[in-house]
């Protein structure tokens, strides 16, 4: 009787799940084998660089003003809070007939919060800000003497008055170099390089450590201004662009 052998197959290995290798892991963006390079961040500007982009600013526009209409301090914190997601023009043309029979805090609270709300119901959020015009109307009889206070501190306990607000007044009312940024001067404090930052205050303070001193006056209207007219948010306008030669932007057109 012959010998029958069977053959027994070797166990199988265990089956693990693929893995990454750890070259690969540490550096997503590689491939073959090769190390993705980091993206290449703009140059700084230089000191000079800002300095002659605020000198052509001035030489093009001396005197810059906010668009704002208003006729006082009051009138002047009264249309920058209304003028939170709304354009210039539309509070302009609410508040005209406004301020034509609410001048003071004391009139504007005599006024009462209906009434207000039909002057400004053409404006986004209105009921919100007829509330907080009563309310600051109110906070500055009772605790300001009806009176603008002139420190930014102060200017934040009113409704309705962020550190923008406060840095508006303070500028335009005040004659303070502040720097209010709103969303022109967030997008060409970016999009130019000038100042970039994640947040208003990043930017803010960024733009104040690079303008000169001589400049700081009149900075903020001039960055409103130039992100209104040419720095546009959808198609900026490089071609008339003052500082397109300094602009870091690398889809200018020029």
């Keep these: 009787m012959s010998k029958i052998t069977r053959r027994v197959a070797a166990p199988a290995a265990p089956r693990t799940a693929k893995t990454t290798p750890k070259s690969l892991a540490a550096n997503p963006g590689q491939t073959g084998g090769k190390p993705a390079k980091p993206p290449k961040r703009p140059r700084r500007w230089t000191p000079d660089e800002v300095r002659e982009a605020f000198t052509r600013f001035a ?22 809070v209304l003028s939170a997601q709304a354009t210039d023009a539309g509070v302009n043309k609410a508040t005209r007939s406004l301020f034509a029979i609410a001048d003071t805090p004391a009139k504007m609270l005599a006024l009462g919060e209906e009434r207000v ?12 800000k007829a509330k907080n015009v009563i309310a600051l109307s109110q ?3 009772s605790d300001f003497g009806g009176q603008v206070p002139s420190t930014r501190a102060e200017l934040e306990t009113l409704p309705g008055a962020g550190r923008k607000t406060a840095n508006v007044v303070l500028n335009m009312a005040f004659g303070q170099p502040t720097m209010a940024v709103d969303t022109h001067v967030f997008r060409v404090g970016n999009r130019t390089g000038l100042a970039p930052g994640d947040t208003p205050l ?5 733009l104040e450590k690079a303008i ?22 959808r198609k900026p306008r490089c071609e008339v662009c003052l500082i397109v030669d300094l602009c870091r932007w690398p889809e200018k057109s020029v």
Aim: glycine share 6%; aromatic share 8%.
């Design 59 to 80: 030489r093009a526009n001396p005197e810059p003003k906010g668009e704002l209409e208003h006729l006082n301090p009051f009138t002047l914190l009264v249309a920058v």
């Design 117 to 128: 709300r039909e002057h400004i119901k053409t404006i986004g959020l209105f009921r919100t």
């Design 139 to 141: 906070k500055l009889l």
């Design 202 to 206: 990043a930017v803010e303070l960024g």
């Design 212 to 233: 000169p001193p001589e400049f700081m006056q009149h900075a903020h209207h001039w960055l409103i201004l130039h992100g209104r007219y040419t720095c546009l948010a």
